[in-house]
């Protein structure tokens, strides 16, 4: 693996990208959010007894978070920016080092492209700590966990060290329950390629076994910890009142709801991925218009409530008005439950998202890639939803898209395996394609620099 990464044309995108986080630790400060406000000051005398004890209280009162709040309080007791610069930059390498190989260090470019373009300001509601090492950190240890999948499909032999290391990668990032969920998720898709492909040995069924039994004790940590019941019942108060008379049904539609609102009218990664479906589709796929018309849903509706919303409000104002009282945190309740307008969004997004899923499927000739494919997007998908059983899904920021974002960064290099040596044929269509994401990782890490500066602008 390091004869591969000291290849040249790997070893490139690692430096840019290993430059830029730098420059951005070195230039991040902490204005304001929970960093300050709490975690800076919660144990005036930091030692093993106070943490243990902090730690208990925030189990018992708060949160089940107790893994990734352990080195939450040691870096913010002091405020260790410099610290937590390094371990945080070396968690943005784990990441980048960790997709690059489950991408077989094919088109390089792209991936540090798409990563250079995630916002970094999304990180900066709760302050920079808490939010990296919340959100971010566990993605990263997850990440890092899926290595000994790949591993283990590709028949790589996994030694003790390995599995030492990515065992407690995972163990981390099960700590946080999305993180759980989502690997989970990803690692049922595992078996089920292992199955069908006949590769599971004893030492393999033993380790995935231990793999699943550390994920289901992140959920089942967090369904049972009493903070995390005391701080539901806190922020139904504060938040969302009328949560309590939710049904499952409601709660389920409450998370595609809000999911769907933000992907499709926030989310750069969900328009790039939309773009290019459609974009392979026409191109490539044969042009059978049930075909592009199926991968054109998801793009029209993504357009239809950005670029093009203020041209449907001028003809159509009712609809656009229907999915901003959605987006202000309107919900199907006793009022209009009865009207078919209430219903329509849901509808909408359900329809737009399997059209996405069936598009993602004609673009892959090889079934158990398409499977995959489809089944990384639903897990990213299944991470965000799981917020509408949260009363604070209104509350929650873009942030927790994180894993949906980085499952898309890993379907597109995906598609760019599966169409680049036909996009390679077309010099001028490569040309044009480098320029545009070349130019909007430039836009974004501008963009980023001047959020992690300014941040308290925002």
């Given amino acids: 693996m390091i004869k591969t990464i000291r290849k040249k044309e790997n070893f490139k995108y690692i430096v840019i990208y290993a430059l830029v986080i730098a420059f951005y630790q070195l230039v991040m400060k902490e204005y304001y959010g929970d960093t300050l406000a709490y975690f800076a000051r919660a144990i005036p005398d930091m030692s093993v007894s106070s943490l243990m004890a902090e730690l208990h209280s925030r189990y018992m009162g708060w949160t089940s978070r107790i893994l990734i709040e352990v080195p939450l309080f040691i870096l913010a007791h002091g405020m260790h920016m410099v610290l937590f610069g390094i371990a945080n930059w070396i968690m943005h390498m784990m990441l980048l080092l960790s997709l690059m190989y489950l991408t077989d260090y094919k088109h390089n470019r792209v991936l540090v492209c798409l990563m250079l373009i995630y916002p970094v300001a999304l990180m900066a509601g709760s302050g920079w700590m808490t939010a990296y090492i919340t959100y971010f950190w566990p993605l990263a240890c997850g990440v890092t966990a899926f290595v000994s999948l790949k591993k283990m499909y590709s028949g790589e ?11 407690l990668c995972l163990v981390f990032a099960a700590d946080l329950e999305v993180s759980a969920i989502f690997y989970t998720c990803i ?8 199955i069908l492909a006949k590769r599971f040995d ?3 069924i033993v380790y995935t076994v231990c793999q699943l039994l550390i994920c289901a004790c992140g959920i089942v940590f967090a369904l049972t910890c009493p903070g995390n019941e005391a701080r539901k019942l806190s922020n139904i108060a504060y938040w969302f009142p009328s949560y309590t008379s939710f049904t499952v049904v409601d709660k389920a539609v409450l998370g595609v709801n809000s999911a769907f609102l933000n992907l499709y009218s926030n989310d750069i990664f969900w328009l790039i991925l939309c773009v290019s479906v459609c974009l392979l589709t026409v191109i490539f796929g044969k042009r059978e218009v049930k075909r592009v018309v199926i991968s054109a849903i998801p793009l029209t509706v993504t357009l239809i409530m950005t670029v093009l919303k203020p041209v449907l409000g001028l003809y159509y104002p009712e609809m656009v008005s229907l999915f901003d009282l959605f987006a202000d945190k309107k919900y199907v309740d ?8 209430a219903y329509i969004p849901f509808i909408i997004f359900v329809i737009s998202a399997v059209a996405l899923l069936l598009a993602i499927i004609e673009l892959f000739e090889d079934e158990k890639r398409s499977f995959f494919a489809c089944a990384v997007i639903v897990s990213g998908i299944m991470s965000r939803l799981t917020l509408g059983f949260s009363p604070t899904v209104f509350a929650s920021g873009k ?22 040596a036909r996009i390679k044929a077309r010099s001028g269509a490569v040309a044009i394609l480098r320029a545009l994401m070349i130019l909007m990782a430039i836009v974004a890490v501008v963009a980023n ?9 925002y």
């Avoid at 690692?187 to 292992?194: D, N, P, Q, S």
């Fill in 202 to 204: 004893s030492l393999k």
């Fill in 399 to 420: 942030r927790t898209f994180i894993f949906l974002d980085f499952a898309i960064i890993y379907i597109l290099v995906y598609l760019s395996e599966e169409y680049g």
């Fill in 334 to 341: 006793a009022t209009n439950y009865n009207s078919l307008a």
């Fill in 187 to 194: 690692l049922c898709t595992f078996i089920v390629m292992m």
């Fill in 157 to 167: 032999k996994l030694s003790v060290l390995q599995v030492f290391f990515f065992t």
């Fill in 449 to 457: 620099v001047i959020a992690v500066c300014n941040v308290y602008l």
